[in-house]
Nanobody, 116 residues
Framework: QVQLVESGGGLVQPGGSLRLSCAAS????????MGWYRQAPGKQRELLAR???????NYASSVRGRFTISRDIAKSTLYLQMNSLKPEDTAVYYC??????????WGQGTQVTVSS
């Protein structure tokens, strides 16, 4: 079974930065696309960024210009660089991978708290 493990979350002050990692048990090319999501208290899960196997990317308006999705193929790892963090970015952050037929794979999530 495919496994994804997020790491890198923590407590950061407004304006600070964090880099999240998502380590996959299979090559990233096993997925048609991979993405980063978050779920804040009282809100629905939100798609932040996606990257296709070919490397194209899409960002939610709320994070465009502040967050960057990237990957290291050799390490089978997806990254989310988060800059200029705001209190409203506080959430549990998840990565996922999608294939054409199989159900999507999800990580366990990592908590990001932005507070002064």
């Amino acid at each position: 079974q495919v496994q994804l493990v997020e790491s890198g979350g923590g407590l950061v002050q407004p304006g600070g930065s964090l880099r999240l990692s998502c380590a996959a048990s299979v090559t990233i090319f096993s997925f048609n696309s991979m993405g980063w999501y978050r779920q804040a208290p009282g809100k629905q899960r939100e798609l932040l960024a996606r990257m296709t196997s070919g490397g194209s990317t899409n960002y939610a308006s709320s994070v465009r210009g502040r967050f960057t999705i990237s990957r290291d193929i050799a390490k089978s790892t997806l990254y989310l660089q988060m800059n200029s963090l705001k209190p409203e970015d506080t959430a549990v952050y998840y990565c996922n991978g999608e294939k054409a037929i199989e159900p999507p794979s999800w990580g366990q999530g990592t908590q990001v708290t932005v507070s002064s």
